[in-house]
């Protein structure tokens, strides 16, 4: 929802995350399912954890500013103020993704372009995460740079693990299970799936994947039908997916396309058919 202009990884900040968590817990709330993904954040977590109480200093004892950037100045984290109610709380976090916080495959470097990062920003937002990490994993005790799914939604899965006592789970796995997709799964003789866009990203362990496991495991066949197809989205192939198709019957842009999402996933659908038609003549 931000415009391009003004979306800057290095500020933005995941502490109206922690506001929810806290409104939550003032409810008497004591169990939270926190779906992590589609974020403009690259922060760790650490706007969130403050929003929780806890403090983020520099080398002089004072409060970092909010956002990713400013992580590369952390001296020390101070845990006294974390709201006690946390360890009483039961979080489970529905991520998609098994990017770990830093690297070539970190947060930064593969969800910070989408947010506005340049080249040189994601090298300064990578270094601040390390920062972070170090730090933090001094402080908790815990060691989870490398977790999967600890670089989702710009390192909030980092954070919620460090701070917290929550456990990461694919979305995937907590949605099919609510709509029993197993059991209609083994029933089914095609499974159409799909999502906004398929790209590299999508085998990482996106919806379409977790369900082409699950649609693998009774041998029926997977077609995925997406928005868009971007770079690296034959990797899906090799994840259980039998065929992609994109919606898009021709040029159009983003505004378009949303605005006629509806007229042109039926027609894809139907285009779909088709060729199974044409298949089964075969």
Do not use: H, W
């Amino acid at each position: 929802l931000i415009p391009k202009e003004r979306r800057d990884p290095r500020v933005a900040s995941t502490y109206g995350t922690g506001e929810l968590m806290k409104a939550a817990l003032d409810k008497g709330l004591r169990k939270m399912i926190i779906g992590i993904g589609g974020s403009a954040t690259n922060d760790g977590g650490a706007g969130m954890a403050q929003a929780l109480g806890a403090r983020l200093l520099d080398s002089q004892g004072q409060e970092l500013q909010p956002g990713g950037a400013a992580l590369i100045q952390l001296a020390a984290i101070d845990l006294a103020g974390l709201d006690p109610r946390l360890a009483d709380t039961s979080i489970m976090v529905a991520c998609d993704v098994d990017n770990p916080l830093c690297g070539l495959r970190g947060a930064s470097a593969v969800y910070g372009p989408q947010k506005g990062a340049t080249p040189k920003m994601v090298s300064q937002l990578d270094e601040a995460l390390a920062n972070f990490a170090c730090i933090a994993k001094q402080v908790t005790g815990k060691d989870v740079a490398d977790c999967s799914g600890a670089g989702a939604a710009g390192g909030l899965g980092a954070g919620l693990l460090f701070f917290t006592n929550a456990r990461l789970r694919p979305g995937v796995e907590i949605v099919l299970e609510a709509t029993g997709f197993t059991e209609l799964a083994e029933k089914a003789n095609l499974i159409i799936t799909g999502e906004g866009r398929t790209d590299f990203q999508t085998a990482f362990g996106k919806a379409p994947v977790g369900v082409a496991k699950t649609a693998k495991q009774y041998g029926v066949p997977v077609v995925c039908l997406s928005g868009g197809l971007g770079e690296g989205a034959d990797a899906v192939l090799n994840q259980g997916i039998d065929a992609i198709m994109s919606v898009i019957p021709q040029p159009m842009g983003l505004e378009e396309c949303v605005k006629q999402g509806a007229e042109l996933i039926e027609s894809a659908a139907i285009r779909l058919c088709r060729l199974l038609q044409v298949g089964r003549r075969i």
